[in-house]
């Protein structure tokens, strides 16, 4: 672990040298392809980024904030487009708009802010303690004796929550650094009442906000000639579809090292097909929206199901999630070390 720290230390320091270079080198190359050139060797760079860490959690975290978020803001950047653009008033703020997911909340309300109300407060204080809960489980060994069908909707709520958790604090903590506020990425997708609301307005905001100026847009325009401005749409959902499946086979491998299966690039081609024919569906004025309670049930049950379909079956087979599981608990012994110490 020591030397993993020290690799993780070093990727970013190194990160911040590269975005330094892009900050005061590459925005001062007029917009287009020229500031693309300059930037090829950060895409490059940040591509390989994951390949010198070996534990699931600095490997996905730098692959997602680097070579996914970083590499993909850096390509609107090129084009004076993206949360970059207009360039940002100082380095410190261009490489936390550039590596993290996180954006100004430019029409803050009370259920969007870090600094929110009562309610919310209480929800995130359930869901530490759901999470608390969890690895308290792990820790005893309980998870062992369970089912499979009931160890993978606990392993699945603890991957939410410890996502939303980590991303959480790292708004938290930017905010209060850059003096801003931030938008928070989830806004409780348990309460989706369609797949469009769940992947585009509730989980993991940031990525499909990149995703739909990169890929959907360009798409969209590139296919409009040709098939027409409403099938051109959808051509933009199943491209940002494919791209994000592509993207998170890439992720598998930084932490499996295998050859990919592509189980994962066919979940979200699935969701893709199908988040298509619900827009499609929505624009049938014959067809009576079903009601809250129901769609919340059924949305829930498609993505639980091909969460356990295609999703985690690389991470089961390869043994990720035991892997995960012990990272956690090894963490938990070192905060509990130092606490019987500084106690002593």
């Given at each position: 672990m020591?030397?993993?720290?020290?690799?993780?230390?070093?990727?970013?320091?190194?990160?911040?040298?590269?975005?330094?270079?892009?900050?005061?080198?590459?925005?001062?190359?007029?917009?287009?392809?020229?500031?693309?050139?300059?930037?090829?060797?950060?895409?490059?760079?940040?591509?390989?980024?994951?390949?010198?860490?070996?534990?699931?959690?600095?490997?996905?975290?730098?692959?997602?904030?680097?070579?996914?978020?970083?590499?993909?803001?850096?390509?609107?950047?090129?084009?004076?487009?993206?949360?970059?653009?207009?360039l940002p008033s100082n380095l410190s703020r261009f490489f936390c708009f550039a590596c993290f997911p996180i954006k100004t909340n430019q029409k803050p309300s009370s259920n969007q802010i870090y600094n929110k109300p009562n309610k919310s407060k209480w929800v995130l204080a359930s869901k530490i303690m759901i999470f608390s809960f969890i690895l308290n489980l792990y820790s005893n060994n309980y998870h062992n004796t369970l089912p499979r069908l009931a160890f993978l909707a606990i392993f699945t709520i603890h991957v939410y929550l410890e996502?939303?958790?980590?991303?959480?604090?790292?708004?938290?903590?930017?905010?209060?650094?850059?003096?801003?506020?931030?938008?928070?990425?989830f806004n409780e997708p348990y309460l989706s009442t369609s797949l469009q609301d769940f992947w585009?307005?509730?989980?993991?905001?940031?990525?499909?906000?990149?995703?739909?100026?990169t890929v959907h847009i360009p798409v969209q325009l590139l296919t409009s000639r040709l098939i027409?401005?409403?099938?051109a749409f959808y051509a933009g959902v199943l491209a940002t579809f494919l791209v994000s499946g592509l993207m998170h086979e890439l992720i598998y491998f930084y932490f499996l090292r295998k050859s990919p299966t592509w189980e994962v690039t066919c979940f979200f081609v699935l969701h893709g097909v199908v988040t298509s024919a619900e827009i499609a569906a929505k624009k049938m004025w014959w067809l009576l929206p079903p009601h809250p309670a129901v769609s919340r049930l059924a949305v829930a049950a498609f993505v639980t199901t091909t969460v356990g379909w295609l999703f985690y079956p690389q991470v089961l087979r390869n043994g990720v999630d035991k892997r995960l599981i012990s990272e956690c608990l090894f963490v938990i012994d070192g905060v509990k070390f130092q606490v019987a110490r500084l106690l002593m």
């Open positions: 020591e030397q993993e720290l020290r690799n993780l230390i070093k990727i970013w320091i190194s990160a911040f040298i590269s975005i330094s270079y892009c900050y005061y080198i590459s925005s001062r190359i007029s917009k287009g392809f020229l500031r693309l050139i300059s930037l090829f060797p950060i895409f490059i760079i940040f591509l390989l980024f994951p390949l010198f860490l070996s534990s699931v959690h600095s490997c996905v975290i730098s692959a997602f904030f680097l070579s996914w978020l970083a590499n993909f803001k850096l390509l609107l950047f090129a084009f004076d487009q993206g949360p970059l653009s207009p996502t939303e958790l980590i991303l959480v604090s790292v708004g938290v903590v930017l905010s209060t650094l850059l003096g801003c506020e931030i938008e928070p990425v585009s307005r509730r989980w993991n905001r940031m990525v499909p906000s990149i995703l739909r100026q027409g401005l409403d099938w």
